[in-house]
Each structure stands twice: as C-alpha cells, then as structure tokens.
T-cell receptor, first 112, second 113 residues
Framework: GENVEQHPSTLSVQEGDSAVIKCTYSDSASNYFPWYKQELGKRPQLIIDIRSNVGEKKDQRIAVTLNKTAKHFSLHITETQPEDSAVYFCAASNSNTGKLIFGQGTTLQVKP | EAQVTQNPRYLITVTGKKLTVTCSQNMNHEYMSWYRQDPGLGLRQIYYSMNVEVTDKGDVPEGYKVSRKEKRNFPLILESPSPNQTSLYFC????????????FGPGTRLTVL
C-alpha cells in the first residue's frame, strides 16, 4: 500500500545551525505534501505545504523542496532556534483518493 | 473561532468498559478522521468520513467504531477497550477537496488498564 518514509527519526542541532528532514513517498499520484509541527503536549499544526506543480517553497526560515521524479521531499529550517524544537511530520496526499498519509515523525532538538 | 474539539482530553478506564470520545468541528468540513499516535509509529488513521453517513476504515480500524450522523460530529467508539488501545488520539477535519489544510483537535490521552 501507499506509505511515506521519514528520516531521521531524531535530529539534534546547535542553535543557529540548519536542519533538514527528508521524506520519500510511494504513491506516484500524490500531489500535495504538507508538513506539520507538533510541540510537546499539543496538536499537530501545519507549517508549510507544497503542491506537485512547484519545486520549492519558502516561508521565512523554513523551506520545502520536492523532487517528483525521485518521489522525495524535504523540509529545511535555517537559523534554528530553541522554539523550533518539536516533532515534525511530513505527509503526502493523493487528491483522487483524498487520503493523507503521514511519515513516522522526526524529533528535532535545538540546543541553545 | 474555527476549531476542532474533542472530549474527554484525558481518560483512564478498564478493559472491556465501553467508551466514546467525541469530536466536533465548526468549519463545515466534509472530511473528518481519527488518528492514533504511538511513539515511533507516527499518526495512523483509524477511520475517516467523507460526509454524513459515509464512513470507511483507515489503516488500523480493529477494535473501533465510528458514526457520522451530523456533519459537525464524528465520535469514536471503543466497544470493549483493551490495553493495546492505550494511546493518544486525534480527531481531524478538512474540506473534501484535495490539497487543503487539515485541522487537528487537541488530542485525547487514553489509558486502558
């Protein structure tokens, strides 16, 4: 069945460094790729998304890239801050089925 | 305020005692869904509904039931809870059209003894 693989499962960086989280999806018909951030004890919240007709999207310190050929997409956080510490989930969706499939999550720790 | 609400937020129960977790949204979303979150396994979909009276199984439906009698409500029912259903549960909703943001409820932490 369809699945989304996410790596790494944990990531520790020094404040100010960059962080990269990578995901691979299996359903070639996937066309929407959101990223969610879940702070400790809270609900997942959308931080950025990208559609299959776009290769890259930026929003201040975060950016997402998509390689449709390789079925890879990545989240890039620059100039990390302690408040970026959270669990990050990637997801892929096929607009025909409507199903949103999540990766396993990455726990990001930003050390002051 | 546009939101998804869940109740209760925390629940400790015993094996076999039927329970219901309620979920409600005020955004007129067609699509509603239940997930469970377990360490290392991410968010796994239990059941989803694409509209009133339309429900379908997700990836881990065993031991759960749902209903969608009204557009705004999507309760999750555990007829006979077991310890392996101890988990963090999230309800979510969105418009049916693909490529739109999904909104999550605050979560329900369930412990089955």
């Amino acid at each position: 069945g369809e699945n989304v693989e996410q790596h790494p499962s944990t990531l520790s960086v020094q404040e100010g460094d960059s962080a990269v989280i990578k995901c691979t999806y299996s359903d070639s018909a996937s066309n929407y790729f959101p990223w969610y951030k879940q702070e400790l004890g809270k609900r997942p919240q959308l931080i950025i998304d990208i559609r299959s007709n776009v290769g890259e999207k930026k929003d201040q310190r975060i950016a997402v890239t998509l390689n449709k050929t390789a079925k890879h997409f990545s989240l890039h956080i620059t100039e990390t801050q302690p408040e970026d510490s959270a669990v990050y989930f990637c997801a892929a969706s096929n607009s025909n089925t409507g199903k949103l499939i999540f990766g396993q999550g990455t726990t990001l720790q930003v050390k002051p | 305020e546009a939101q998804v609400t869940q109740n209760p937020r925390y629940l400790i129960t015993v094996t076999g005692k039927k329970l219901t977790v309620t979920c409600s949204q005020n955004m007129n979303h067609e699509y509603m869904s239940w997930y469970r979150q377990d360490p290392g396994l991410g968010l796994r979909q239990i059941y989803y509904s694409m509209n009133v009276e339309v429900t379908d199984k997700g990836d881990v439906p065993e031991g759960y039931k749902v209903s969608r009698k009204e557009k705004r409500n999507f309760p999750l029912i555990l007829e006979s809870p077991s310890p392996n259903q101890t988990s963090l549960y999230f309800c979510a909703s969105r418009f049916l059209a693909g490529g739109v943001e999904q909104f999550f409820g605050p979560g329900t932490r369930l412990t089955v003894l």
